[in-house]
């Protein structure tokens, strides 16, 4: 299992890797948002949290039809299945190398970003605690998604619109965290929620996951 | 015969056209798909024999 | 007389369908017709509401047949997983552009009636973000269906699909209910309290129920009658290709 963590880890590093890539989106997305709806501070305040979470899911649905569509190409993908490693740890491990590259930035540059959106001070812990609560939920999610459009020629768009709706229960309690927490209102119904998703997804979906990825694999 | 619709006529007559439409396109579109699915068996089977 | 599992015969089935589907449709047609007519012509306009109530005989039945479509294709898609019957499968194929109609019909309505009542097409209230939740899951399980080639594997990940799909459903409902308050009523038609007389808000009055009774069983009719026939449809086009098949093959 760690080997495998380690070689997605340094595949994903290399170039064309499509590390940069998510981070760079975030930016994009942050940086575009003033000037889409205009510089005033009192404004961007109060969608700032909205506006990262949104940045940070999209990043993420970015990068999601990498998780397994290289492995699929060169057939590494069958040699993991017919490895004594079951294939539930396999999605696992892959699910974890995409937050560790995707998620893990996005939560180090938050707070960074936030700056930028004039987020309040009291709003960064909470912005950091919901990304870094609500991203591992998105790469399993999108691990899932991923697995059952693996076979397919034109994947990305459709992996899009089936990962749409299975995202919105995190989006809405992770912005809504973001945003209790940036006015100071108490935050444990959303923080209780979220962390509920995601570790009942975490738990959960990767059986679902390897169940798509062996009929796949078929 | 037509009742008085008053000020609304518009809404609850395009909500009745559009939801109409809808259910006999999709009638007439399982309809269709079913004719052309049968013949196509028929066809096919007729062959066999 | 046997188990239910005999329908899962595909013979058996286009059978018992050719039996079933002209008196269903037949009950369909009649029950909506007079639900129909009954409720558009025949009723009273609401005190508050004036002529929009006539709206309800569509939206309701609509609204219902989206989420029940939704049901039933659930519980096809676990008998699938589980027994492998590939009736089950196609039942649930079958089943999802008429969900989808549905969903359509009553977002529709919805809209048109939403204008004039609370001054807007679109509030992003909890029922309505929910129906449009559950659109997005209908687009995405036929996309799915579509994009796969291979009959079987499409039927199991799209199994797969409708069952984590009905998880996250359900999620997304608390996930809405908890992000905003909302315009729309509570569920006034049927409940609990109405019929006993407990509560005190408000619950359709019988003129308007029993007309929405008739155009619910119409709906429910209606969607058997379109399962029954898309079903054989899927059946004809499989049994086709596999003699195709067989013909190149020889």
């Given at each position: 299992m760690r080997a495998l963590l380690k070689r997605d880890l340094i595949l994903a590093f290399?170039?064309?890797?499509?590390?940069g890539l998510g981070i760079a989106f975030f930016l994009i997305v942050v940086v575009l948002v003033p000037f889409s709806v205009g510089p005033e501070s009192g404004l961007l305040t109060k969608i700032a949290p909205g506006v990262l979470w949104l940045g940070a899911l999209l990043a993420c649905l970015l990068s999601l039809d990498r998780i397994l569509a290289l492995d699929w190409e060169d057939g590494t993908l069958d040699l993991m299945a017919t490895a004594p490693l079951p294939l539930e740890a396999v999605v696992t491990v892959k699910a974890l190398a995409h937050w560790m590259t995707t998620g893990v930035p996005l939560v180090v540059a938050a707070p960074l970003f936030g700056v930028l959106l004039n987020l309040?001070?009291?709003g960064f812990v909470w912005l950091v605690v919901s990304l870094a609560l609500g991203t591992p939920a998105l790469s399993v999610i999108g691990t899932f998604g991923a697995a059952l459009t693996v076979g397919l020629k034109r994947g990305g768009l459709l992996l899009s619109l089936l990962i749409l709706p299975l995202y919105v229960p995190t989006l809405i309690f992770g912005a809504e965290l973001a945003r209790r927490g940036a006015e100071g209102q108490a935050v444990s119904t959303p923080l209780l929620m979220l962390a509920g998703i995601s570790f009942g997804v975490i738990a959960l979906l990767p059986f679902a996951s390897a169940l798509v990825l062996r009929v796949n694999l078929r | 015969m037509m009742p008085d619709l008053g000020k609304y006529a518009e809404t609850v007559l395009s909500s009745y056209a559009v939801s109409i439409l809808l259910i006999v396109a999709l009638v007439w579109w399982s309809v269709r798909a079913a004719r052309k699915a049968k013949l196509a068996l028929e066809d096919v089977e007729a062959r066999r024999k | 007389m046997g188990s239910i599992w005999e329908y899962a015969n595909p013979v058996k089935f286009s059978q018992t369908v050719s039996r079933f589907l002209a008196p269903v449709a037949m009950g369909a047609t009649v029950c909506l017709v007079i639900g129909l007519v009954w409720g558009f012509f025949f009723t009273p306009d609401d005190f508050r509401q004036g002529a929009t109530v006539k709206i309800i005989y569509l939206h309701v039945p609509a609204a219902l047949m989206a989420i029940n479509a939704w049901f039933m294709m659930l519980v096809t898609s676990l008998i699938w997983l589980v027994r492998r019957h590939h009736v089950s499968a196609l039942a649930a194929k079958a089943a999802a552009p008429i969900g989808v109609t549905m969903t359509v019909i009553a977002l529709i309505t919805g809209a048109i009636w939403g204008q004039?009542?609370?001054?807007?097409?679109?509030?992003?209230?909890p029922r309505l973000t929910s129906f449009l939740i559950l659109f997005l899951f209908y687009l995405g399980y036929i996309a799915l269906w579509e994009a796969i080639d291979d009959p079987d594997t499409a039927a199991d990940l799209t199994s797969v699909l409708c069952i984590v799909g009905s998880v996250f459903a359900v999620l997304s409902r608390y996930a809405v209910n908890f992000w905003n308050q909302g315009l729309h009523q509570g569920?006034?038609?049927?409940?609990a309290g109405a019929i006993t007389g407990t509560d005190t808000e408000e619950k359709v009055s019988n003129v308007f129920f029993y007309p929405l009774l008739v155009c619910i069983i119409g709906f429910v009719l209606l969607f058997v009658a379109l399962v029954l026939l898309r079903t054989r449809t899927e059946i004809h086009k499989r049994r086709t290709r596999a003699l195709l098949a067989r013909e190149r093959m020889a």
């Open positions: 290399r170039a064309g890797g499509g590390f309040p001070p009291q | - | 004039p009542m609370w001054g807007t097409w679109w509030a992003w209230d569920a006034s038609v049927m409940r």
